[in-house]
């Protein structure tokens, strides 16, 4: 039997329309796949309902992707949340078969628990409290059916304006939105209602505000990524027209990355600061964080040292477990 690891599969729901499919396809999956392969292994992605499991015989589980077998000693699966608006339907799957694969003695590099943390913009602040840079100040509503009530708004005491209103749980810059009063933020929440979409509220940082990006891997930043906003955009986001280039490390980020490597684990994830003209804040950190494109070999050299850092920990996590 192959001691190493031979297959990544990646749990996305599949709710992506043609065209963004293909986008993905384009950007992402198809240098994921180049690399893993030139690695000597496979990376497929599949949709929660593409895993099948016979639980027939205690203690004896046998797991299917697509019909075909896989087995904790050659397969890890990628298990991050994914919480857009046309995930709805999905994450209750998504949660519920990460435990199942969990239970059935496969390697997660993203364990569930630590998913849903980093899934919530507010659960991400208060579990990093005590970072060595400063989360930005947050408050979190959620937007049912008796928002007219305005039983969120005690909440709203120490908000200044203009702020940042997002989605608690999306991704990509999809969502953001600048409220310069109050009464702008009540708007925002009755149009969250229909989609009973749970809102947080942060100060706005200031026109021009930069995202700096660090790909983490076993405890060490191996590239940063810049995000600039272009014209009024209130966010970096590539998906709102940002920029995007691979810049050295700031000397000041560097000092923290010991801090959160010890809190943060598994072997890649992304930890994400806003700087705003003259200071740095903590925004956010993705276990899952795409490896933006580049002209250069940036993106191949991150992939190849995010999949090799897997299969290293696949390869303790077995020892330990037969150990």
Known sequence: ?????QRICWVFPDRESGRQGALWKRVFWDAYQKVAAELGMSFTIHAPDAIAVDGLRAGEPRVYVDGDEVTPHDTAFITALYSLPYHTMD?????AIYAV????????????????????????NLFLAGAPIPTIPTVRIGCGRDIQHRLYEPVLDGLTFPAIVKPAGWASGWGVC???SVEDLRGLVSLAQGGETTLVCQPYLGAGTSDYRLYVIDGKVEAVLVRRPTGDAPCSS????????????????????????????????????????ERFWLSEIETDGAIAPDDNTVQHDLIAARFSAY???????????HA
């Open 1 to 5: 039997m192959n001691e190493s690891l």
């Open 91 to 95: 994450v209750f799957n998504q949660y």
């Open 101 to 124: 694969l969990e239970q059935a003695g496969f390697y997660l590099p993203t364990p569930p628990w630590l998913s849903a943390i980093v899934n919530d913009k507010l659960a991400t």
């Open 178 to 180: 600048l409220a310069r």
């Open 238 to 277: 590539g998906s709102r027209g940002g920029t995007m280039r691979f810049v050295p490390l700031p000397d000041e980020l560097a000092a923290t990355v010991d801090w959160f490597a010890q809190r943060i684990p598994t072997p890649y994830f992304c930890v994400d600061f806003l700087h705003d003209g």
């Open 311 to 321: 299969r290293r920990a696949h390869a303790a996590w077995r020892e330990a477990r």
